[in-house]
């Protein structure tokens, strides 16, 4: 007898489906072909798990003890369908700073039956739904969606929402390279700044550099080149290059120091 049991009849991908011959009698061997290009061989039954959605016909070809054949197929008896997506997408973005820290997340998918989402282990439901996280906090927060269509299929996508300090620059105007060990080094303080992609250079009244770093740690002392004697006391210009770590957004600043002996 070739005729068999299939469970379950439909459900989304990765879909796992029971075949078992519904009368085993003295069949010895029975292959089986999945209406998906694969094939296989299993009695009293077999499990397959389809991978791309289609509506699925299945037939087996079993043989008894005593050599007789019998096969069979049955059309369109397995519906396969793609899962749900939890894609999401939030506004503002990329700019989320502790002076701003108000989202809106959104669902790609829509007329789904649920949307269940964890922000910063705070749970909400809907396709949109805001969130205020702390204020004045930089930090990193788990944000997770998980969906639920009309079949009870589901799909989770987790993501890491990025709370960070506003791009910062402070350049001190004034310094006095006398060795005293107060003010004796120039030096930008910087904040969401790359440290990856900075330059700044300083000039001297002629244009002339007497002083260039790419780290943004490394000030400058009044020497030229951060060599020899501190250079005339005197007012010399700044050019600063820099990219913001977070947005990617290159500024330009300029300015003026004097050096004070």
Same mark, same amino acid.
């Given at each position: 007898?070739?005729? =068999?049991?299939?469970?379950?009849?439909?459900?989304?991908?990765?879909?796992?489906?029971?075949?078992?011959?519904?009368?085993? @009698? +003295?069949?010895?061997?029975?292959? *089986?072909? /999945?209406?998906?290009?694969?094939?296989?061989?299993?009695?009293?039954?077999?499990?397959?798990?389809?991978?791309?959605?289609?509506?699925?016909?299945?037939?087996? =070809?079993?043989?008894?003890?005593?050599?007789?054949?019998?096969?069979?197929? &049955?059309?369109?008896?397995? !519906?396969?369908?793609?899962?749900?997506?939890?894609? /999401?997408?939030?506004?503002?973005?990329?700019?989320?700073?502790?002076?701003?820290?108000?989202?809106?997340?959104?669902? /790609?998918?829509?007329?789904?039956?649920?949307?269940? *989402?964890?922000?910063?282990?705070?749970?909400?439901?809907?396709?949109?739904?805001?969130?205020? =996280?702390?204020?004045?906090?930089?930090?990193?927060?788990?944000?997770?969606?998980?969906?639920?269509?009309?079949?009870?299929?589901?799909?989770?996508?987790?993501?890491?929402?990025?709370?960070?300090?506003?791009?910062?620059?402070?350049? #001190?105007?004034?310094?006095?390279?006398?060795?005293?060990?107060? +003010?004796?080094?120039? $030096?930008?303080?910087?904040?969401?700044?790359? #440290? $990856?992609?900075?330059?700044?250079?300083?000039?001297?009244?002629?244009?002339?550099?007497?002083?260039?770093?790419?780290?943004?740690?490394?000030? *400058?002392?009044?020497? $030229? @080149?951060?060599?020899?004697?501190?250079?005339?006391?005197?007012?010399?210009? *700044?050019? &600063? !290059?820099?990219? +913001?770590? /977070?947005?990617?957004?290159? $500024?330009?600043?300029?300015?003026?120091?004097?050096?004070?002996?």
């Amino acid at each position: 007898d070739p005729l =068999f049991t299939f469970a379950p009849d439909h459900g989304c991908t990765p879909l796992d489906v029971d075949f078992g011959l519904k009368n085993m @009698g +003295n069949t010895v061997a029975a292959e *089986w072909t /999945f209406g998906d290009g694969s094939t296989g061989t299993g009695v009293p039954g077999i499990t397959h798990t389809y991978t791309a959605p289609g509506t699925i016909s299945v037939g087996t =070809f079993v043989t008894d003890v005593n050599g007789c054949v019998a096969d069979t197929m &049955l059309y369109h008896i397995i !519906r396969v369908y793609p899962p749900p997506t939890a894609l /999401f997408h939030y506004t503002p973005f990329p700019e989320l700073t502790t002076e701003n820290t108000h989202l809106t997340f959104t669902a /790609f998918q829509p007329e789904l039956e649920n949307y269940a *989402w964890t922000i910063d282990q705070v749970q909400r439901t809907g396709q949109e739904v805001s969130y205020d =996280f702390p204020y004045g906090w930089a930090g990193s927060y788990p944000v997770c969606l998980t969906v639920t269509d009309s079949i009870a299929c589901t799909a989770t996508l987790c993501d890491t929402i990025v709370i960070h300090d506003p791009l910062a620059v402070y350049v #001190p105007n004034t310094f006095t390279p006398d060795g005293d060990g107060v +003010n004796d080094v120039w $030096k930008p303080s910087l904040v969401s700044a790359d #440290p $990856k992609d900075l330059t700044m250079e300083v000039y001297d009244r002629w244009g002339q550099v007497v002083f260039a770093s790419n780290a943004p740690d490394m000030g *400058w002392n009044g020497g $030229k @080149g951060n060599s020899g004697g501190v250079l005339p006391q005197g007012i010399y210009n *700044w050019h &600063l !290059r820099l990219r +913001n770590i /977070f947005t990617a957004e290159s $500024k330009e600043y300029f300015g003026h120091v004097s050096l004070l002996k």
